[in-house]
């Protein structure tokens, strides 16, 4: 049977946990779920459970106390900045790079690879995949030597949490918008039946295309 947008929100207003593929989505579900409830002539209603899959695995990191020494978003970046300038400082060709988008770039490339567990070597890349190499190397022991703890390790840390049944699971989720799932996610998913009634998804096709 093919879910609706009002499927959903439906099952958002009965207390459904609803995971999507980026803020924007977020934001414009709860505009429909907020809209929804004035039209039915509602003045006041409890938020629903609607989340951005990124926001929701740092609330569980919470919850788990993994958040104290764990850098943020932000401090993350900067710490990445701080390791590519170190890096490409007095190598030749160094001032055509814009640091903060090679920052960003290679933030998102450690997650994606801590968090599939994937790896390669120097020789299995061009010089890009070496600089990359070398950043990480700085960045982690930036890491090591501020006592902070890598946030692209938390998802992983999360899936055995999951595992272990050291999280709650929800009764009822959907994800809204993805294309495919990350292995977090996909962890969620596969709970044990007697602890998850349901896991419904919605393309971004059904949800009046909002990007």
Known sequence: ??????????????????????????????????????????????????????????????RLRLDAKTLGPAQALRLWERAVEEEEKGLAGNGLMRVPDAARAATQAHQLLCEYGATFTSEEGGEDHRAFLRWRSRWQQLC?????????????????????????????????????LSPTIEALCSCPPETRRDCSSLDAPCLSNPF
């Open 144 to 180: 090591r030597e501020g006592g902070w703890d890598d946030p692209a390790l938390v998802p992983a840390r999360l899936v055995t949490a999951l595992e272990k049944g050291e999280l709650p699971v929800p009764d009822d989720l959907w994800l809204a918008g993805f294309d495919e």
């Open 1 to 62: 049977m093919t879910k609706t947008l009002t499927d959903l929100l439906v099952a958002a207003h009965k207390g459904a946990l609803v995971l999507t593929v980026n803020q924007r989505l977020a934001r414009y579900l709860v505009q429909g779920y907020d809209s929804r409830l004035q039209e039915q002539g509602c003045t006041a209603w409890k938020s629903p459970a609607i989340h951005f899959h990124l926001q929701w695995q740092w609330q569980m990191a919470a």
